[in-house]
C-alpha cells in the first residue's frame, strides 16, 4: 500500500489547524484563546511595572547608553572596510569572526567582527558605499536547521526583504556539524540568499563540519580565501602569520572592590539586582531546592535536580531547555596559577586595542586572574589550534615550539599530531602546560586567548502546569579516563553534583535562563504520543507524562501515551522507576516499554521494542496521527532510531526504502517526529 502524503498536511504540532471532524472553535480553542489572552494581558501588565525579586537588594541601574546600531556609520568613522557578522550560539562562530577580522591586518585592510543583533542589518545593501568593502557571515546552524538567537532577526529579515543587494560583496562560512539532518542549513540559506538578491560572492562558501575538525575547515578555507580578497582587490599579500594582541593587560592597585566582577554575567552586581527580564545576559540565580541521586547502584552518577524559580516571572513549557552557567573546578584553576607562577588574585583588566570596538573586553573587568580562569574561561576543552599557534613563542624548547606551530598548520603531519597527542588525548590546556615543561605563557595572553565558558543546557524534566515555579533537570555526571592516565570531570555536572540544597544555612544558588524549543507535545491532547527517550533522553518526556496527566485530571480527553526507556539494568539505572509505573497505573501512560540493555547476552535496545510492537506503532502513526518524539545520544541513537521508523515504514506501510525515507521525513517536516538530541 502507498501512503497518501497528503492526509499528513493537515497536521502540524505548533499551528492550531482546524480538523475536518471539529467544529470551528472547540472547547478547547477557546480555552486556549482565552488564556493567551490572559497571559498577553499578564505580560502586558508585569512590564509596566517591573518589579525587582523582593528578596533582594535593589540598586537602581542606570539605562545603557544608546547603542550605534549602524554599521556604515561606525565603518566610515572608524576607517574599517571588512566587516565580519557572526551568527554564533556557544561562541566558535564569534571567534571565527574575530580571527578573521584580525586578519584583515595582515594585508592592508581594516576588519571589524559584528553581531547582526546589535546592527541595522537593513544597511547591508548600503555597505558598496565603502570602497573596496566586504561583508563576511559565519553563521552557525542549529535544531532543525534554525539559525542562533543573535541571527534570528536576520535571519527573519532575509526571508522577508527583498532589497537590491548588487552592490555587495560577501562570502559566508557555515558552521554545522554532519550528524545533523539539516547540515550548515544557516550557512547555506545566507550563501544562496544573498545571492539571489544580487550580491557578490567572492570566494566560495566554507563548510565547517564540527563532528570532523571544524577548526581545521576552518583554516583551510582561511588560507585560500585571503588571496583570494587580496587579488578581488588587488593589494599585495604580506601574509606573514604575526601574533597580534587584541587586548593590553591593565593591572589596578588601587580599585575600589566592589568595582571589581567576580563571576557576574551581566550587569555588575547582578546578584543583589536580580530583575527579570532573565536572559543569557541577566540569569536568574535559581536556588536548587533538590538535588538527588537517580540510580540505585552502578559507578555512574545520574541525577536530579530542582530550581526553584519563585518570584522570577520566567515562564516556561514542556519541551523547553534551561541553561545552566556552571564554573570551573577551584582544584585546575589553583593548579593554574601555580604552573605559571601568578598570583590570581591580582586585579586586571584586559583592554581592547581598537578602542571603537564595541567589545571592550573579553570577559567582564575589571576582575582577578581567578574569576576570568573560575567563571569566564574554557579551561577544560582541548584548545583549538590558534591557542597553540599564538602560544608556541612562549615555549623555550625549540622542539616544543616547532611542534606546537606544526600543530596548528595544515600540513597533514601537524594535523595527525593535533589529533592524537591533543584531541585523542583529551589534553586540557592545563595537560599541555604539564607537558611541556617549556612552555610557560604570561597568563594575560593565555586568558586573551582562551575562548569563553558556554552555558550547558537541559532539557527540562517537569511540566510548568504541575510545577510552575521549579524547573526539574535529569542529567548524569560525566567523568572519563584519558588516554594519559589523567581524569577528567565534566564542567558542569560536576558542579551541579556538588550543589548543596543550603551551604552553611545559604541557598545555593544557579545561574539559569530558559531557551524555547520546538519539542512541543501536539496541539490537540487526543493526538497520540510515542515517546523515545534512552538514559538521560527521558528527561523531556517526564515533563510530557506529567502534562498528560495534568490535562487527564482536567477532565481532557488525552490520547495513547506511549513510552519507551532504555537503561543498562533494571536494578542499576532505571531512572524514574517509581514515577514511570505509577503513570502506567493510573493510565495516564498506558504503554511504558523499557529496554534493558546489559540484563542479557544479546544487547536490547529501544528500537528492538518499537520493530517488536511495529504492528501497534505503525497503526499509531499512519492511523491515528501519532506524534514521535526521540529524546538523547544524537550519534548513534537517535540515527539507529530513525533507521527503525524507516523499517517500519517499509515494512507495514509497503515502501520502498526512498519512499520510507521520505515518509519520515514528510513526518519532521510537519512536526510529527521531533527529536531532542545531543552528544
Ligand atoms: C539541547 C541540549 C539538551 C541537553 N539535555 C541534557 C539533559 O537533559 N541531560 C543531560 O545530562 N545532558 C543534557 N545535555 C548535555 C549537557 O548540555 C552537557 O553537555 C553535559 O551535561 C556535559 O556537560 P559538562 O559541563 O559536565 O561536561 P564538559 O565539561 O562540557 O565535558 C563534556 C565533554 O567531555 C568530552 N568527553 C566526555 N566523555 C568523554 C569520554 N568518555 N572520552 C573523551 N571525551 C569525553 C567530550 O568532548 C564532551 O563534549 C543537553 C545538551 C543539549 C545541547
Ligand atoms: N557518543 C556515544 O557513542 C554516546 C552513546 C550513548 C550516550 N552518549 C552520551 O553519553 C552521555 C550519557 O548518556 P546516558 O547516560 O543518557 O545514556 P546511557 O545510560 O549510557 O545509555 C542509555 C541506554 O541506551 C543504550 N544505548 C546505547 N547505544 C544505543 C543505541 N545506538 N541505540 C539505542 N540505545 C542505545 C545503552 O545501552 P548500552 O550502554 O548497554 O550499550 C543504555 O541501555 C550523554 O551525554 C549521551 O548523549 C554518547
Ligand atoms: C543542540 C545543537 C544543535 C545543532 N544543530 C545543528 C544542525 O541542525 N545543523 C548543523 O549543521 N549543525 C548543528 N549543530 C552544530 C553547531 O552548528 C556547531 O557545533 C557550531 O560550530 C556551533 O557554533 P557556535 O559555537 O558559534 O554556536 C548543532 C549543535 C548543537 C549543540
Ligand atoms: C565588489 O567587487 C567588484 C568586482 O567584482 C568591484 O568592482 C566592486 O567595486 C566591489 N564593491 C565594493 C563595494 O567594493
Ligand atoms: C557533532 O554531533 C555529534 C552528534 O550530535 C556529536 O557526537 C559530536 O560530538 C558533535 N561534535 C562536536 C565537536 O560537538
Ligand atoms: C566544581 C568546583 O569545584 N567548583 C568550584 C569552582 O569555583 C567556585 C568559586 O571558587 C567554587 O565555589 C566551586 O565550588
Not at 532577526?153 to 537590491?164: M, P, R, S
Not at 582544584?331 to 586586571?348: A, T
Not at 510515542?530 to 515533563?543: L, N, Q, R, S
Request: hydrophobic share 35%.
Amino acid at each position: 500500500m502507498y501512503v497518501n502524503m497528503a492526509d499528513m498536511d493537515t497536521e502540524t504540532s505548533t499551528q492550531a489547524v482546524v480538523g475536518e471532524e471539529e467544529p470551528l472553535f472547540s472547547n478547547l480553542d477557546l480555552f486556549l484563546f482565552s488564556l493567551i489572552v490572559g497571559l498577553v494581558i499578564y505580560w502586558f501588565m508585569s512590564r509596566k511595572k517591573p518589579e525587582p525579586i523582593p528578596e533582594f537588594k535593589k540598586i537602581d541601574t542606570p539605562a545603557p547608553a544608546a547603542r550605534e546600531t549602524s554599521f556604515i556609520e561606525k565603518m566610515k568613522k572608524t576607517g574599517k572596510n571588512i566587516i565580519v557578522f557572526y551568527g554564533s550560539q556557544t561562541g566558535t562562530a564569534e571567534e571565527f569572526a574575530n580571527r578573521l577580522s584580525k586578519d584583515a591586518q595582515r594585508y592592508g585592510m581594516k576588519g571589524m567582527a559584528a553581531d547582526p543583533e546589535e546592527y541595522d542589518m537593513g544597511e547591508l545593501s548600503r555597505l558598496s558605499e565603502i570602497k573596496n568593502s566586504l561583508a563576511i557571515f559565519c553563521m552557525a546552524t542549529y535544531g532543525e536547521g534554525d539559525p542562533t538567537d543573535n541571527a534570528q532577526d536576520f535571519y527573519d529579515w532575509l526571508q522577508e526583504n527583498d532589497d537590491d543587494m548588487s552592490g555587495l560583496n560577501y562570502t559566508v562560512f557555515a558552521l554545522g556539524n554532519k550528524t545533523y539532518e539539516h547540515y550548515n542549513a544557516m550557512g547555506k540559506y545566507v550563501d544562496k540568499r544573498l545571492e539571489d538578491l544580487g550580491a557578490k560572492r567572492i570566494f566560495d562558501l566554507g563548510l565547517g563540519d564540527d563532528d570532523g575538525n571544524l577548526e581545521e575547515d576552518f583554516v583551510s578555507w582561511r588560507e585560500q580565501f585571503w588571496p583570494a580578497v587580496c587579488e578581488h582587490f588587488g593589494v599585495e599579500a604580506s601574509g606573514d602569520e604575526l601574533s597580534i594582541r587584541q587586548y593590553e593587560l591593565k593591572e589596578h592597585t588601587d580599585i575600589n572592590m566592589n568595582k571589581v566582577y567576580t563571576g557576574e554575567i551581566g550587569r555588575l552586581k547582578s546578584f543583589e539586582v536580580q530583575k527579570p527580564p532573565f536572559d543569557s545576559k541577566n540569569p536568574f540565580l535559581a536556588p536548587v531546592t533538590v538535588n538527588r541521586k537517580l540510580n540505585k547502584a552502578g559507578d555512574r552518577h545520574l541525577m536530579h535536580l530542582e530550581l526553584d524559580i519563585t518570584g522570577s516571572k520566567i515562564r516556561y513549557e514542556s519541551g523547553d531547555h534551561v541553561a545552566v552557567f556552571p564554573t570551573n573546578d577551584s582544584v585546575l584553576v589553583n593548579k593554574l596559577g601555580q604552573i605559571l607562577g601568578v598570583d590570581l588574585d591580582k586585579v586586571i583588566s584586559l583592554n581592547n586595542l581598537d578602542e571603537e570596538s564595541n567589545k571592550k573586553h573579553p570577559f567582564p573587568c575589571p576582575t582577578t586572574y581567578r574569576t576570568a580562569l573560575t567563571h569566564y574561561l574554557d579551561i577544560t576543552h582541548p584548545p583549538r589550534t590558534n591557542v597553540l599557534y599564538e602560544l608556541a613563542q612562549y615555549a623555550s624548547d625549540p622542539k616544543d615550539q616547532e611542534n606546537m606551530r606544526k600543530m596548528a598548520s595544515s600540513s597533514p603531519e601537524g594535523k595527525a599530531l593535533y589529533q592524537s597527542w591533543v584531541l585523542d588525548a583529551s589534553r586540557n590546556i592545563l595537560a599541555i602546560l604539564e607537558d611541556m615543561p617549556s612552555l610557560r605563557p604570561p597568563v594575560d595572553h593565555l586568558c586573551e586567548l582562551l575562548p569563553r565558558l558556554q552555558a550547558r543546557y537541559y532539557s527540562i524534566a517537569s511540566s510548568s502546569k504541575v510545577h510552575p515555579n521549579s524547573i526539574h533537570i535529569c542529567a548524569v555526571v560525566v567523568e572519563y579516563k584519558t588516554k594519559t592516565g589523567r581524569t577528567n570531570k565534566g564542567v558542569a555536572t560536576n558542579w551541579l553534583k556538588n550543589k548543596l540544597v543550603t551551604d552553611n544555612g545559604h541557598k545555593s544558588t544557579v545561574p539559569m535562563y530558559i531557551r524555547k524549543s520546538q519539542f512541543r507535545l501536539p496541539f490537540k491532547a487526543t493526538n497520540p504520543v510515542i515517546m523515545i527517550g534512552p538514559g538521560t533522553g527521558i528527561a523531556p518526556f517526564v515533563g510530557f507524562i506529567q502534562e498528560r496527566g495534568w490535562l487527564k485530571q482536567q477532565g481532557k480527553e488525552v490520547g495513547e501515551t506511549v513510552m519507551y526507556f532504555g537503561c543498562r539494568h533494571k536494578n542499576e539505572d532505571y531512572i524514574y522507576q517509581e514515577e514511570l509505573e505509577e503513570a502506567e497505573k493510573n493510565a495516564v501512560l498506558p504503554q511504558l516499554h523499557v529496554a534493558f540493555s546489559r540484563d542479557q547476552d544479546q544487547k536490547v535496545y529501544v528500537q528492538h521494542l518499537l520493530k517488536k510492537n511495529k504492528e501497534n506503532i505503525w497503526k499509531l502513526i499512519h492511523n491515528d496521527n501519532a506524534h514521535i518524539y526521540v529524546c538523547g545520544d544524537a550519534r548513534n541513537m537517535a540515527k539507529d532510531v530513525q533507521s527503525a521508523f524507516h523499517d517500519i515504514a517499509e515494512e507495514l506501510g509497503g515502501m520502498t526504502r526512498t519512499q520510507a525515507t521520505d515518509y519520515v521525513k514528510k513526518l519532521m517536516t510537519k512536526g510529527r517526529y521531533s527529536q531532542d538530541v545531543w552528544s
